[in-house]
Structures are given as C-alpha cells and as structure tokens.
C-alpha cells in the first residue's frame, strides 16, 4: 500500500515536471518569436525602409520609369525585403501584435512618408510582390478599427 503511494506521488511528480517543461518551452518561444520579430522589423528599417523614405518621390517616380536602371532594381530588391518579411507575418513566423505596436501609423499610413513611396514601386510591379504587403496593412487597418471601437 505505501510503495503504491509513493509510486502515485512519483507519477504525479514526473508529469509535474513534464507540464512545467512544456510551459516554460511554449513561453520560450513566445518569447524568441517577439525578439526575432524585433530584430528583423529594426534590420529592415535600417537597411532598407529609411533607403526609401530618404529618397524623393520624384525621384522614385523617375526610376520607375527606367525598369533597366540600377535604381529600380534598388527599389524592386527593398519591395522584395519588405514583402519577405510581410510573408513572415502573414505565416506567423513574426509576432503580428509586436510589429503592430512598433511599426503603426509609420509602416502602413497611407499619408506617412513610408507608403507612399512604396505604391509607386508597387504600381509597376505584379501581384506576386505585394500580397503580403498588402495583406499586412489591411490587417493592421482592420486592428486599429478593431481598438477604435
């Protein structure tokens, strides 16, 4: 009778241990997923968004015009980097609320400087270059209706 009991306190222990295992791993990646989403988010803006909002719509609108130039293909490789990295929160790679709350009202405002340069480029590109990115800021639209309400 008391070797069943400690064997049930045993058993009872081990999944214990197995449950806090599992807890502790899914908040480990909850948090590994926040701090890519971060660290990708500040790579892109510093290697390819601030590229962007520096240059001259104008100056976009010219290279547009001449897909041969090395300028358009500058931009056409950015808008790749930018979609790459909209695919991943649109697969739940990144964490969308992360980015939300970083990137909002400068990454999908249509009147920010960021966006508006980016729909010359898109205007000349085909779908396959903007489905994440426009599913991205629809859903950031669709979360900022959501907190208005």
């Given at each position: 009778?008391l ?8 058993a ?31 790579r ?9 909002v520096?240059m ?94």
């Amino acid at each position: 009778m008391l070797s069943t009991i400690i064997d049930l306190i045993s058993a009872l222990g081990a999944v214990a241990a197995v449950i806090v295992g599992i807890i502790t791993y899914t908040k480990d990646i909850r948090r590994k997923k926040k701090q890519d989403t971060l660290e990708a988010y500040s790579r892109l803006q510093r290697e390819v968004i601030f590229d962007i909002v520096t240059m001259e719509k104008k100056d976009i609108q010219e290279a547009c015009k001449h897909k041969v130039s090395a300028e358009y293909k500058k931009l056409t490789q950015q808008l790749i980097e930018i979609e790459m990295f909209c695919s991943g929160l649109e697969n739940n790679i990144y964490d969308f609320d992360v980015f939300f709350d970083t990137a909002q009202d400068y990454f999908d405002n249509p009147k920010s400087v960021l966006r508006p340069r980016l729909e010359i480029v898109l205007a000349t590109k085909d779908e396959r270059y903007q489905k994440n990115l426009y599913a991205v800021w629809d859903k950031m639209a669709k979360k900022k209706a959501g907190a208005k309400r």
